[in-house]
Structure formats: C-alpha cells, structure tokens
C-alpha cells in the first residue's frame, strides 16, 4: 500500500475525524445541488493541498462515493510520488484524446478511489481552462461522485481560480503559522471574482492546544503510538498533532448553494470579507 494510504490509516482518529468533519461539510453544504467537482488550492505552496486532496478522497470513497483525484497541479507533479505510481499515461493524453480516460485513470488501493495524474506542462493555464477540459470532467461526472481537482497555489497561480470558476466547490487550504492573514484574504477575493463556490477554509499544520490533551495519545505518521506529556517532547512533528483543523470548512448552509461563504476556521469570522 502507497506510504500516503498507510499515515491515512496509521494517522489516528484526531485527523481522520478531521478529514471526515469536511467530508461531511462538503457533502452537506448544498442538500439539493450536491457538490460534486471540488477544487483544493492554497495561498502558498506546501501548504497541504496534495495531502489533504488525497485524505478527503480516501475519505469519500471509504463512505461508498466513487471519487477521481484529478491532478491540475501541471507545474508540481507529485501524485505519481504519493501514490507511488508510474502510469504510462495521464492528463494530457487524455486531453489530447490520444487515449481514452480508462487507459489514464488508475484505480488505487484504496477501492472507490481513482486518479489521474499529469506531467509537467508548459501551459497549464491554457490546458485546464479550455473547452476539453470541462468536457473530459463532464464525462467522468456521469461515472464518479465525486471529482476532486488538486491545484497550484493561488497565490502564485491562476489555475485554481480558472478551475474554481466552473467547479460546484472550491475550498482553500490555509497552513496555520505560514499563512498571511492579508494574502489569505487576497486569494478569498480572487476567487470571488472568479465566481467561484467557496466551501470555506481549511486550517492545516494546527498545533494541538491544551484544549485537544483529551486526547491522550497520538501517533507518529509510521503508526507509531507515543503518550503524549509535553508538546515538545519530541523535535518529531506527529502527523495528528498538526492536523487540519476539525471544525473545518465549515460552510454556510443558510446562505444557500450560491452564496459565497467566508468562513475562517481558527481565524475571526468575517475578518476575510
Ligand atoms: N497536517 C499535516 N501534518 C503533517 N504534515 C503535513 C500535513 N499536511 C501536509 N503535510 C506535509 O507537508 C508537505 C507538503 O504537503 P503537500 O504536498 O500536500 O502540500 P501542497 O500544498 O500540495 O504542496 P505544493 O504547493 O508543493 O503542491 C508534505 O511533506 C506533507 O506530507
Ligand atoms: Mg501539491
């Protein structure tokens, strides 16, 4: 099994409810148009959009909803390193119809979750905002429930906006401690003016409070249970003790499928607008 499956797995129930706290938000933020194309994208690079693309994936597909992690990541690869995976063909190929989508799609371990990766490309921007593009996600929305799309950071790329526009939910990945609370604001205005659906935000890299010692043991990413004392104890970060936030993305379910929700977990409400 691929080294991100098994911390999925390893990771312990603090950032598996985690996960599933935005599975559920997702999945429940619009009763009627359920949310089926989902856009993951930062402010800044490395802020966990792979990881948590990945998590939320395995998330879904563990409740029965068939889920493709499409990568739109064109500058950045790195689907291929997480899932440990070569395929012989990918996004491109199936752009340029030089194969059809079930050569490029790999079916992965985890059964109900599938992805199709990409190379670098030169012009991405062109790529994920063309006429083909929304036709191959149109295609694979009759097949899947749920069609995750992992993306550059806003910050420094158009893509996620270009694809945020046309996606029924875009949700923004934040890194506590690295994240810019004006640059956060910044990518939530530009992805207001791209239309776009905002879920809401994700806080990631959260340092577990005194609050969260109810939990009192955690695990290292390899599984490895450690009793938890001090927080510094260890230089080892422990992948759930910087988790993304649990009360995540939460969404505005008053405001309707088509408002646009601004909601900062761990931030003040409202400070985005
Ligand atoms: N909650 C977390 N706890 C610990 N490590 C994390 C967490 N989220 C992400 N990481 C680690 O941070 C690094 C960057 O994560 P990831 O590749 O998911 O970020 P990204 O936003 O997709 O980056 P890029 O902008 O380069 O595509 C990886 O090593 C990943 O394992
Ligand atoms: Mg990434």
Same mark, same amino acid.
């Given at each position: ?117 990409? @190379? #670098? !490309? ?8 063309? $006429? +083909?593009?929304?036709?191959?996600? %149109?295609?694979?929305? =009759? ?26 939910? @875009? #949700? !923004? ?8 609370? $004006? +640059?956060?604001?910044?990518?939530? %205005?530009?992805?207001? =003016? ?38 510094? $104890? ?40």
């Amino acid at each position: 099994m691929p080294d991100i499956l098994n911390d999925y797995k390893n990771a312990g129930t603090v950032l598996q409810d985690a996960v599933k706290t935005l599975r559920t938000n997702i999945r429940f933020s619009s009763v009627d148009d359920p949310v089926k194309t989902i856009v993951m994208t930062s402010v800044l690079p490395h802020e966990g959009k792979s990881t948590l693309s990945i998590f939320l994936g395995i998330a879904m597909a563990e409740i029965g909803q068939k889920t493709l992690l499409i990568e739109c990541d064109c500058r950045k690869p790195m689907l291929r390193n997480y899932f440990s995976i070569r395929p012989q063909y990918g996004l491109m190929d199936v752009l340029r119809r030089e194969v059809t989508a079930d050569k490029a799609v790999v079916h992965t371990p985890q059964a109900g979750l599938d992805v199709l990766s990409s @190379t #670098v !490309l030169a012009n991405p921007v062109e790529i994920l905002g063309s $006429e +083909r593009m929304q036709t191959m996600i %149109s295609e694979f929305k =009759k097949v899947y429930d749920v069609i995750i799309l992992d993306t550059p950071p806003l910050g420094s790329f158009i893509e996620a906006a270009v694809l945020a526009s046309k996606a029924d939910g @875009t #949700v !923004l990945v934040i890194n506590q401690g690295t994240t810019q609370m $004006e +640059r956060a604001k910044a990518v939530l %205005s530009q992805l207001e =003016k791209a239309k776009a659906h905002v879920l809401g935000v994700v806080l990631n890299n959260v340092e577990m409070s005194s609050s969260d010692y109810y939990y009192s043991d955690y695990y290292y990413r390899d599984g490895r249970k450690k009793k938890r004392k001090h927080k510094t $104890e260890s230089t080892e970060t422990p992948l759930n003790a910087r988790r993304p936030a649990a009360d995540t993305a939460r969404t505005n379910e008053t405001q309707g499928r088509n408002s646009k929700s601004r909601r900062i977990t761990g931030v003040e409400e409202g400070e985005a607008k």
